[in-house]
């Protein structure tokens, strides 16, 4: 199973995902939620949280949220190499 897979699948169930963080939020109804879900989400965790980050726009990690930084970033103020 894909990370995709999973989240689609879990949407099918009415389970919602979303990004707390360096955790996945889930709001679900009563009995919907299974173990080999919860087991399905430790394993992808990762990429899970990626492709919610994506779907949220996001950025899926340290580095992407660095380098969406830099166009707020004034070149004036950058020290000037010669």
Do not use: C, W
């Not at 939620?33 to 492709?51: E, M, Y």
């Not at 980050?53 to 166009?71: F, K, Q, Y």
């Amino acid at each position: 199973m894909t990370a995709t897979q999973l989240i689609d699948d879990l949407f099918e169930s009415g389970i919602e995902l979303s990004v707390a963080g360096e955790s996945i939020r889930l709001v679900y109804p009563t009995g919907s939620l299974t173990d080999t879900d919860v087991d399905n989400l430790r394993r992808l965790k990762t990429d899970v949280l990626q492709r919610l980050r994506l779907a949220e726009g996001l950025p899926v990690d340290a580095n992407a949220a660095m380098l969406l930084g830099l166009d707020q970033v004034d070149p004036d103020t950058l020290p000037k190499h010669h």
